[in-house]
């Protein structure tokens, strides 16, 4: 992912156990969540529309939601501290989950006031097709 949006994260490389089984999930460490914020923010500044991406892989890590959950998810309301999401489940049910709305680094960058001004610019008949993971020009 970093190769495709063009960043220098500090990402390290999952390291397979001696059996050659998968080891699952890289591991986030905190010096990459900072960076991951500080490219997000400047995108944003900058009115890059990769933003969205850089969102996406931070509430993923923040919220504990899936990308796949994010593809099906759609926000209900941002309070002062967090916005909430309804995801709804293909298995017929949906579940509420909430993830903060100011980054880490940066506690005063509401990053969900952000998103909500560019979700209400999605046509209501696409929002629910295409979840919080899309393109600003969608």
């Known amino acids: 992912m970093n190769e495709r949006l063009q960043l220098t994260l500090p990402m390290k490389g999952v ?3 001696s059996n050659g089984e998968a080891q699952g999930s890289a591991k ?3 010096p990459m969540i900072l960076k991951l ?16 991406s850089l969102l996406v892989q931070w509430i ?4 504990a939601v899936r990308h796949s959950q994010l593809r ?34 940066i506690p005063v960058f ?10 209400k610019t999605v046509p ?5 097709n295409i979840g919080m993971c899309f393109h ?3």
């Open 15 to 17: 390291e397979n156990p």
């Open 72 to 105: 099906i998810s759609f926000p209900v309301k941002l309070t002062g501290s967090e916005l909430h999401c309804y995801c709804r489940d293909s298995k017929g049910g949906g579940f509420n989950w909430s993830c903060r709305a100011h980054l880490l680094s």
């Open 136 to 138: 600003p020009a969608t």
């Open 37 to 52: 914020e500080q490219e997000l923010v400047a995108a944003i500044e900058e009115k890059n529309p990769k933003w969205m």
């Open 60 to 63: 993923c890590i923040v919220g």
């Open 28 to 30: 986030v460490e905190p």
């Open 110 to 119: 509401n990053w969900a006031t952000r998103f909500l001004e560019l979700w």
């Open 124 to 128: 209501v008949f696409l929002r629910e």
